[in-house]
């Protein structure tokens, strides 16, 4: 196979303000910076990967617009292949606006543009670098009948199915059933063990187990500074966090499932997957923006911008 990991998702432009605080509605607050950088889930995690030295393509859409053109540009100076990125000259490029507060902490408000129109035809034609992939990462902002095709496609080429489920949408049990890891944060977690009747579990463990009980063959979830939970048929684990003082924490969770990604598609067991990607997570929340912040390989292993 040809490629690691074929990422199935969406790009943004991210409009980001940083703030002293979030304001509160009816409030008006001033930004200390505003920042215009590439983002969206599906091309964070194509870049994340790829810097790490995954061998990446995106499967996505964007405007005929100058911010299309700079996702675009953005995803080729990282290596990621873009011939399954398409160009939509009937839609504007996705966009996130983004406020981030003193204490790290983001809002975002998505709008899809061209991002909706990725079609399950868009998959079909990508079919032959599905084909090619080992690991079929899907992420959401897109639509979801895209994300079962998606999922079909991973199936029919024999390639692992890595499902990001954020934000949290209704999946039918079918794909829930494909996802090899499920990963989602403790947030999403919650929010998708209630909306399947599951109450609040205890104890972190039980939010990966419980997943497991609806339906996916293996689950992550994380917890932020606290790390990680990985539940499959046989055991579940908690993996530590990594200490990071965090300046910005958007994008931390693509950077998260990228590496789990690219890691299982070297073969790695899914709890050392998950090692990788809390380090490259933590390395992540310590710099400005989603692709700007993410690590070189050299960079995770020297542990540079870790706390010792
Ligand atoms: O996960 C972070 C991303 O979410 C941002 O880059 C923004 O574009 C939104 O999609
Ligand atoms: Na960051």
Known sequence: ??????????????????????????????ATALATSAGGKGANQAVAAARL???????????????????LAALRADGVGTEQTHRDAEAVTGTALITVADTGENSIIVSAGANASLSPADIAAAQPLIAAARVVSVVLEVPVETVVAAARAARA?????????????????????????????????????????????????????????????????????????????????????????????????????????????QGDPLPTAVWWATRVGACSVQHSGAQASYPTLDRVLSGAGLPK
Do not use: K
């Open 1 to 30: 196979r040809t490629e690691d990991v074929v990422v199935v998702g969406s790009l943004n432009v991210d409009l980001t303000a940083r703030v002293q605080r979030h304001p509160l509605p009816g409030e008006t607050v001033h």
């Open 53 to 71: 030295g995954a061998r990446t393509a995106l499967v996505g859409r964007v405007g005929a617009d100058a911010h299309g053109e700079m996702l």
């Open 157 to 265: 080429a024999g390639a692992r199915f890595v499902l990001n489920l954020s934000p949290v949408v209704d999946l039918p049990a079918e794909v829930l059933e494909l996802a090899d890891p499920l990963i989602v944060n403790e947030h999403e977690a919650r929010e998708i063990l209630r909306r399947n009747g599951f109450p609040v579990p205890a104890e972190n463990i039980g939010h990966a187990t419980g997943l497991r009980r609806i339906g996916a063959r293996s689950v992550v979830v994380t917890f932020g500074a606290d790390g990680a939970v990985v539940a499959d048929a046989e055991h579940a684990e908690e993996i530590p966090g990594v200490p990071a003082d965090a300046v910005d924490t958007t994008g931390a969770g693509d950077a998260f499932a990228a590496t789990a990604a690219w890691r299982l598609s």
